[in-house]
C-alpha cells in the first residue's frame, strides 16, 4: 500500500517562502513519475511541478523561476521549495505518484499566501 503524507504548508505573507514536503511509504525510484499539484477553491487541480519518467523536471508557467522541485531517495521525500510566493499560490498542495498505472494522492496540505 503506497501513502503519501504532506506537510510543511502554512500561511505566509506575500513575497516569502515555505518548502512543503512529501514523505513516501515506499522506495522511490528515480523512475517514478512524481510531482506536486494543487486545487484553488473553484478551480481544477493543476500540476505545479514534477518528476518525469527520465527524472527531469516540469514546471507550470506561473510558478517556473520561483518554484524548485527537488527528492531525497533515501528518505522517500519529495520537496517543493516555493520562494517569492504570491496571493494567487493560494490553494491546497498535493503530491502524486504513478506507478505501475496506479496514480497515488497525499492528503493535501494548505497553503495560504496574505498579501
Known amino acids: 500500500q503506497v501513502e503519501l503524507v504532506e506537510s510543511g504548508g502554512g500561511l505566509v505573507q506575500a513575497g516569502g517562502s515555505l518548502s512543503p514536503s512529501c514523505a513516501a511509504s515506499?522506495?522511490?525510484?528515480?523512475?517514478?513519475?512524481m510531482g506536486w499539484y494543487r486545487q484553488a477553491p473553484g478551480k481544477q487541480r493543476e500540476l505545479v511541478a514534477g518528476?518525469?519518467?527520465?527524472?527531469?523536471?516540469n514546471y507550470a508557467d506561473s510558478v517556473k523561476g520561483r518554484f524548485t522541485i527537488s527528492r531525497d531517495n533515501a528518505k522517500n521525500t519529495v520537496y517543493l521549495q516555493m520562494n517569492s510566493l504570491k496571493s494567487e499560490d493560494t490553494a491546497v498542495y498535493y503530491c502524486?505518484?504513478?506507478?505501475?498505472?496506479?496514480?497515488?494522492w497525499g492528503q493535501g496540505t494548505q497553503v495560504t499566501v496574505s498579501s
Open positions: 502524486n505518484l504513478k506507478r505501475f498505472g496506479n496514480i497515488y
Open positions: 515506499v522506495y522511490i525510484w528515480g523512475t517514478d513519475v
Open positions: 518528476f518525469t519518467s527520465s527524472g527531469s523536471t
